[in-house]
């Protein structure tokens, strides 16, 4: 009898994993299309800019472009595993802020940047913890619980700060921002960093296949065998704290914790990997599309900046641009299955 279930039950189990999507032919042609796509316009619109926007080729401004595109690279890394599950975080902007706001405040309580920092990365994967908790296992939609916790968090910044930036003059935090590693500044590094760990997970571990299976499929890949509920809180306990990590450096950078720092974080982030080729529809994510589309929106940025273009303007641009990666998202899809 044992014997015969166990039979049925890896049957059901071959049929569930013959359920999750699998890359066919079509798919993979319309994946390679978009990243040579994205090279092309990311090619085009640097050589263009270089050579009719003054001081845009210079290695300063290149350093600058990488610094400026440093937190929404890292938080893009793991913003990427939440988009390819079928899932979203609207509440990065405010954990970053949240978190550098704690940080500065155990920093001038105990003078320890170690336990300053441990602090707020410890917050952000709470934070992350309960975003995935209540997604997972209340079956709360992920635009609803995000978008809560957003707000909760932007509130709870304002509350323990009293709605004033809180100032650090340790000397030792305040470096970290700053600390350059053969010329190119620490920030930079640990996106770096970011880019090639959670590409290697993406790729190359069961984490990775198990995130893209549920973007695909989730009821096949929990038939399949795979704990869809504990990949999904993992996947934002992870983004929490890499958000957190975020912040704590824009805290070092600015020398001081902002509550009312990175609004309009999350959108940045998100059109950053639509544009990169992440399907909002879940099951389809590269690292090298994120890192394309992460520079793309630090280009243009780099750009309205240079020009002195009018910030009220930006916030035109910046929407054209998550509208158009949107469209971009849906035309793929729709070719992918045609």
Not at 32 to 48: C, G, K, P, W
Not at 271 to 276: K, T
Request: glycine fraction near 10%; charge should be neutral.
């Amino acid at each position: 009898m044992q014997a015969r279930e166990n039979l049925v039950e890896a049957g059901a189990k071959r049929a569930a994993e013959a359920l999750i999507p699998q890359s066919n032919d079509r798919q993979r042609w319309w994946q390679q299309v978009t990243e040579y796509s994205l090279i092309l316009i990311f090619a085009v619109m640097f050589v263009t800019t270089s050579l009719t926007v003054d001081h845009f080729f210079s290695i300063d401004n290149m350093l600058g472009l990488a610094l400026s595109v440093s937190q929404i690279g890292m938080v893009a890394c793991t913003m990427m595993f939440c988009l390819a599950s079928r899932d979203f975080d609207l509440s990065v902007g405010s954990t970053v802020a949240f978190a550098g706001v704690l940080c500065a405040m155990v920093l001038n309580a105990t003078n320890n940047t170690f336990l300053a920092i441990v602090a707020a990365v410890a917050a952000g994967s709470v934070i992350g913890w309960v975003n995935g908790a209540v997604i997972a296992y209340l079956r709360i939609n992920a635009l609803i619980t995000t978008l809560a916790t957003m707000e909760i968090v932007r509130g709870l910044g304002f509350i323990v700060s009293h709605g004033q930036a809180v100032g650090v003059s340790s000397e030792t935090f305040i470096a970290l921002g700053g600390l350059t590693l053969f010329g190119v500044s620490l920030p930079i590094w640990v996106t770096l960093i970011c880019f090639i760990v959670f590409g290697v997970l993406l790729n190359q571990t069961v984490y990775g296949r198990n995130t893209l299976a549920i973007g695909g499929n989730p009821e096949a890949s929990r038939l399949a065998g795979i704990n869809v509920e504990r990949t999904r809180v993992v996947i934002f306990l992870v983004q929490g704290a890499v958000t957190a990590l975020a912040g704590v450096i824009l805290a070092s950078r600015i020398t001081s914790g902002q509550p009312n720092a990175a609004e309009g974080f999350e959108l940045n982030v998100i059109s950053a990997c639509v544009l990169g080729g992440v399907s909002l529809l879940g099951g389809r994510a590269t690292i090298s599309g994120v890192v394309i589309g992460v520079l793309i929106m630090g280009t243009v940025e780099n750009v309205m900046n240079l020009l002195n273009i009018d910030a009220f303007y930006q916030y035109l641009v910046r929407g054209a641009i998550l509208l158009a990666a949107v469209l971009l998202d849906q035309l793929k899809n729709r070719g992918s299955r045609d």
